[in-house]
């Protein structure tokens, strides 16, 4: 049983970063799903002792809890609370993430591809619906037939105004994968070229500026 619900936990995990591209319904089941299969672990493994082990999974929870006690403070408390209380399953996917996926060498490096396919898939998506602009009706298509809603704006594969946002985010978790798994160096410096350029082109023509000031400093930090 306990086997079962890890796999199912880590399989929720793992495609979490195509998931996210679906809309913000799967997402959310799936990080709540994650929530219950984790507590579910925790329990069953009697592993509740061991939380002090873990410091910053103690300031989340402290975070949460004065969450709810600045609600006391809110105009509307009733909103305030269930606002508070549901953020608590955000919590949950580092705390997942950090005791049962980054202990183990093989689940990073799976977690980390799959990260960087999804980052290629949203930079060639939304690079396919730039490319089909219509200067009467603005940018066309991408590959799921998708328009944007917005004149002039790109949505690649999301409902919403968001490319930009994705890629600068996840881009440098994808970069690992050149990392990791290129040994040839000149490849390897080839490969983080192209990988770079993509993102910060679609980071660019996105439109999103807090998404490109974003990227620009995780390239400085780099």
């Excluded at 798994?181 to 500026?209: D, M, P």
């Amino acid at each position: 049983m306990i086997k079962i619900i890890e796999k199912l936990s880590y399989l929720l995990i793992l495609i979490l970063p195509f998931s996210l591209i679906a809309g913000s319904a799967i997402p959310d089941i799936s990080i709540t799903l994650v929530g219950l299969f984790f507590l579910s672990l925790f329990f069953l493994k009697k592993s509740v002792l061991d939380i002090h082990t873990h410091q910053w999974i103690l300031i989340s929870i402290f975070f949460w809890l004065f969450l709810l006690f600045i609600s006391i403070f809110s105009e509307n408390k009733y909103l305030a609370y269930i606002d508070s209380i549901i953020f608590i399953r955000i919590l949950f996917i580092p705390i997942f993430i950090y005791i049962w996926i980054l202990n183990d060498e093989n689940r990073i490096k799976q977690l980390i591809l799959v990260i960087f396919l999804a980052v290629v898939f949203v930079c060639l998506d939304t690079i396919y619906q730039f490319i089909n602009y219509d200067p009467a009706n603005g940018f066309g298509r991408d590959l799921f037939g998708n328009i944007p809603e917005f004149y002039g704006r790109l949505t690649g594969p999301f409902t919403e105004l968001v490319p930009g946002a994705y890629v600068s985010k996840f881009s440098l978790i994808g970069l690992v994968f050149i990392l990791l798994y290129f040994r040839n160096t000149t490849l390897q410096r080839i490969s983080i070229i192209i990988y770079l350029t993509l993102v910060g082109v679609v980071t660019y023509i996105s439109g999103e500026r807090m998404s490109l000031a974003t990227f620009l400093l995780g390239l400085c930090l780099l």
